[in-house]
C-alpha cells in the first residue's frame, strides 16, 4: 500500500508541475509536498525552513491525534491550530487556502476565520476573467483595498488601471457612467438598460451587478416623479464587467440609463453620473463632466 501511495504522490506532483509549466516557468524556488499529515509537513518545514508555506486546502489536512475524518471541524480547528504555531514560532508566511460555501462564505468553523491574521477572498464570476482580490480581515493593515487581476494564459496578471474592463464607450441609449469606490480605489463602470414591451401581466425586471429591490424601488420613483410610464414595460439592467454596485451612488447612472434606454436618446458624452436617489425624488446629485476622455480611468 505505501508503494501505492507514493504512484499517487509522484502523478500529483507531475500534474502540478506541468500546470506550473504551461502557465510559466517552473524554478528550483518551488519545493512541493504531497502530503496531508500535519505531523509530516511540521517536520518538512522545520527541516527546510521556507519563507513562505501554502496549504492547499485546509479541508485534507488532518492530525493523527483527532480521531474525526479530514474536513471536519476539529479537523480544521487542530490543522490551523498547528499551523499558527508554526507560523508564529519559525517566523514562517503560511498561506491556508480554504473552501467556501455557496454564500461565499469561508466553509468550515468560524473560529478559522478568528485564528488567522489575515482573510482575503477571490472574487469573479465562474466565466468571466476579472477577479478582485479583497481583504475582509487584516490584523497589520487596512482593510480598504483591493487588488484587480485577470485570468490569462500565464495565469493571474495584475491590472494596474482597471477601468477600462468596465467601460464600452458606446455612446447608445441606455448607457451611463457611474464611479464606485472598491475599497480605496474609484473605479468608474457602466450601467446598461434595455426596455421593451412586455408580453405579460406582471413585467418583468432584471438586474445584474445591482440588488434587484433597488431597481424596482427606483422604477417606482421614475414613474410617480418623473412620470415616466413604466408599467407595461420588461426593465434589465446591466453592470459592464461583471461589477457589482453596492453602493447608493449608483442610483443617478441607474436611472437615467433607464430614462435614456425609454425615450431612446443617449446621455452627453464623457459624463459620469453620481448620486443617491430618495423615495420623494430627491437627493444629492451630482453630474461630472469628464473633457478628455483619455482621463476617464481615475
Do not use: W
Not at 433597488?214 to 414613474?223: F, K
Not at 410617480?224 to 447608493?248: I, M, P, Q, S
Not at 434606454?261 to 443617449?266: E, G, H, I, K, T
Amino acid at each position: 500500500s505505501r508503494g501505492l501511495g507514493d504512484v499517487y504522490k509522484r502523478q500529483s506532483l507531475r500534474q502540478i508541475k506541468l500546470r506550473a509549466n504551461r502557465i510559466g516557468q517552473f524554478t528550483d524556488k518551488m519545493q512541493l509536498l504531497c502530503e496531508t499529515n500535519l505531523e509530516v509537513i511540521r517536520e518538512v518545514i522545520e527541516r527546510r525552513k521556507p519563507d513562505v508555506v501554502v496549504i492547499d486546502s485546509i479541508q485534507t489536512m488532518f492530525h493523527e491525534d483527532v480521531s474525526s475524518a479530514p474536513g471536519s471541524v476539529s479537523q480544521v480547528r487542530e490543522s490551523t491550530n498547528i499551523l499558527m504555531q508554526i507560523a508564529k514560532g519559525m517566523g514562517v508566511s503560511i498561506f491556508i487556502v480554504g473552501h467556501v460555501t455557496k454564500e461565499g462564505n469561508v466553509a468550515g468553523p468560524r473560529v478559522l476565520e478568528h485564528m488567522v491574521d489575515t482573510v482575503l477572498y477571490f472574487e469573479g464570476e465562474r466565466h468571466d476573467a476579472l477577479r478582485l482580490l479583497r481583504a475582509v480581515k487584516n490584523r497589520f493593515g487596512s482593510t480598504d483595498e483591493i487588488g484587480v487581476f485577470e485570468m490569462r494564459a500565464n495565469g493571474m496578471v495584475e491590472i494596474p488601471d482597471p477601468s477600462g474592463l468596465f467601460l464600452t464607450g458606446a455612446q447608445a441609449p441606455g448607457c451611463a457612467v457611474t464611479c464606485a469606490m472598491e475599497g480605496t480605489r474609484p473605479m468608474l463602470a457602466e450601467v446598461q438598460a434595455l426596455i421593451s414591451p412586455s408580453a405579460f401581466s406582471n413585467p418583468r425586471r432584471m438586474a445584474a451587478g445591482m440588488d434587484g429591490n433597488r431597481l424596482v424601488l427606483l422604477l417606482a420613483v421614475l414613474e410617480k416623479k418623473a412620470g415616466l410610464k413604466l408599467y407595461d414595460k420588461d426593465v434589465y439592467t446591466n453592470v459592464v464587467g461583471g461589477l457589482r454596485l453596492e453602493e447608493r451612488s449608483a442610483d443617478l447612472a441607474i436611472a437615467l440609463c433607464i430614462a435614456s434606454a425609454l425615450s431612446d436618446l443617449p446621455l452627453p458624452p464623457h459624463t459620469a453620473l453620481l448620486g443617491e436617489i430618495s423615495l420623494t425624488g430627491e437627493g444629492r446629485l451630482s453630474l461630472i463632466h469628464i473633457s478628455e476622455p483619455t482621463r476617464l480611468a481615475l
